[in-house]
């Protein structure tokens, strides 16, 4: 069985993430986001759901039997051994579940875009680190206008992530989106021909 070429995309929150993705999934690129593994794990009938339910109480449940992920936030906030309880529970299932989807894909690579990568170091699952970067200050104002944040909360969440130069770091390639979307087009266009040869490369060389 051939294993795909595993991107990692990364990048500080209103970096454009999102908007990278959606460039290389314009180009045929299958794109697995762990954010969104990280949900279908705990959907209703899931194992993680009933294995948190076991660990933490029918509290964390809202009224139709979907997780309430506030009052599960609420539970585990100041305590950090509730926390790793609730990482032990989930991790192993989000990276099941992450290779299960890499092992589907049939392109030669693929991204997988974890905003926290940096953060949580989990880079065993990825073969090079695609770093997204723009300055904090357009952070800022792409998030307050995406999300409706005041700019405090904007610079609250951005505090609580990597910074900058930690993430700048850990990169491969960078994606410098400071200008339009079409800068982000080429940028991708260029990637793209590159990790098909590095991809190219792994297969010859295995
Ligand atoms: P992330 O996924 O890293 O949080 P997004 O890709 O959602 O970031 O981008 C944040 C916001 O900024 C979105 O509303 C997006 O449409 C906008 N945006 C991203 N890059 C650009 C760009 N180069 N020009 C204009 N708007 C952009």
Not at 59 to 80: C, E, Q
Request: hydrophobic share 45%; proline share 4%; aromatic share 4%.
């Amino acid at each position: 069985m051939s294993w795909p070429y595993v991107v990692g995309v990364t990048g500080g929150i209103g970096s454009g993430k999102s908007t990278v993705c959606a460039e290389f999934e314009r180009l045929g690129v299958v794109v697995i986001d762990a954010d969104e593994v990280a949900r279908e794990v705990v959907l209703p009938g899931s194992q993680g759901l009933a294995a948190i339910v076991a660990e933490f109480g029918a509290g964390i449940l809202n009224p139709m039997g979907s997780l309430d992920r506030s009052a599960l936030r609420r539970v585990v906030f100041a305590d950090p051994a509730r926390r790793e309880s609730l990482e032990k529970i989930l991790h192993p299932l989000i990276r099941t579940r992450i290779r299960e989807q890499v092992s589907r894909v049939l392109s030669p690579y693929c991204l997988l875009a974890i905003p926290l990568l940096v953060e949580k170091g989990n880079y065993d699952q990825v073969n090079r680190i695609l770093v997204v970067d723009c300055p904090v200050a357009t952070q800022i104002s792409r998030v307050m206008a995406r999300d409706n944040l005041t700019l405090q909360e904007a610079e609250a969440i951005i505090r609580s992530q990597a910074t900058r130069e930690q993430r700048l770091n850990k990169a491969d390639e960078i994606i410098v989106n400071v200008a339009d979307i079409e800068s982000v087009k080429s940028q991708v266009e260029r990637l793209h021909a590159d990790y098909l040869a590095h991809a190219a490369n792994l297969q010859t060389s295995l």
